[in-house]
């Protein structure tokens, strides 16, 4: 079974530019999630889809960071203008239930680099 | 606050040795705790959980963890160290709306 895609897999930017990162799930799963990981540092949640819709986005920047999930599959996160304080590692994960309790295992995929200069 | 903690920022043994990763927590309810590991550039990845049921879980390549409801921990723990075992360690707990509350994560050390 093929696991969490992810890409790029790093990405070097210039402040003020655009980026957007690429997941896809694995196959079957319902539950999406973005987060942003710093050095050394555990993961943060930036939003939690369940299928299409956005069911947690309370620690998403929605003033320079933005999510979609059309189809309830893929899903892509975009950066809009990106700051140096957004070079870090953004993760995605997907775990396969919906709701309820998070007894769910979420799976993650290699993550992207991100370097903004 | 409901939270985990790890209070080792690093745990240094030799191979060949057991390992323990400590973990305890803070929660209210059932306490449905994780642990992951990351290697150097790449993402994390499942070792186990804890959800219910008999308090010594098994996971991925030889890890187990015992959950101990008194002493309120979790710790992750291998008879016999391996030097591809040296990778940062994060413990979590399933909070609401499935919201993972991380530790800082504890990064090991294997020397040969």
């Known amino acids: 079974e093929a696991g969490v895609v992810q890409s790029p897999r790093y990405k070097i930017i210039e402040k003020k530019q655009p980026v957007a990162f690429w997941c896809n799930p694995i196959s079957g799963h319902n539950t999406l999630y973005w987060y942003l990981q710093n050095l050394g540092q555990g993961p943060e949640l930036l939003i939690r889809y369940e299928n299409e819709e956005a069911v947690d986005d309370s620690q998403l920047p929605k003033d320079r960071f933005s999510a979609e999930r059309l189809k309830g599959v893929d899903s892509t996160l975009k950066i809009q203008p990106a700051e140096l304080g957004d070079s870090a590692v953004y993760l995605c994960a997907s775990s396969l239930g919906l709701g309820g309790l998070g007894t769910d295992t979420q799976y993650f995929g290699p993550g992207t680099r991100l370097t903004v200069l | 606050a409901q939270s985990v903690a790890q209070p080792e920022d690093q745990v240094n043994v030799a191979e060949g040795n057991p390992l323990t990763v400590k973990c305890t927590y803070s929660v209210s309810g059932n306490p449905y705790l994780f642990w992951y590991v990351q290697y150097p550039n790449r993402g994390l990845q499942f070792l186990l959980k804890y959800i219910t049921g008999d308090n010594l879980v098994k996971g991925s390549y030889g890890f187990e963890a015992e959950f101990n409801k008194s002493q309120t921990s979790f710790h992750l723990k291998k008879p016999s160290a391996l030097v591809s075992d040296s990778a940062l360690y994060f413990c979590?707990?399933?909070?609401?709306?499935?919201?993972?509350?991380w530790g800082l994560g504890t990064s090991l050390a294997v020397n040969p």
């Open positions: 979590a707990y399933a909070g609401n709306n499935r919201k993972l509350i």
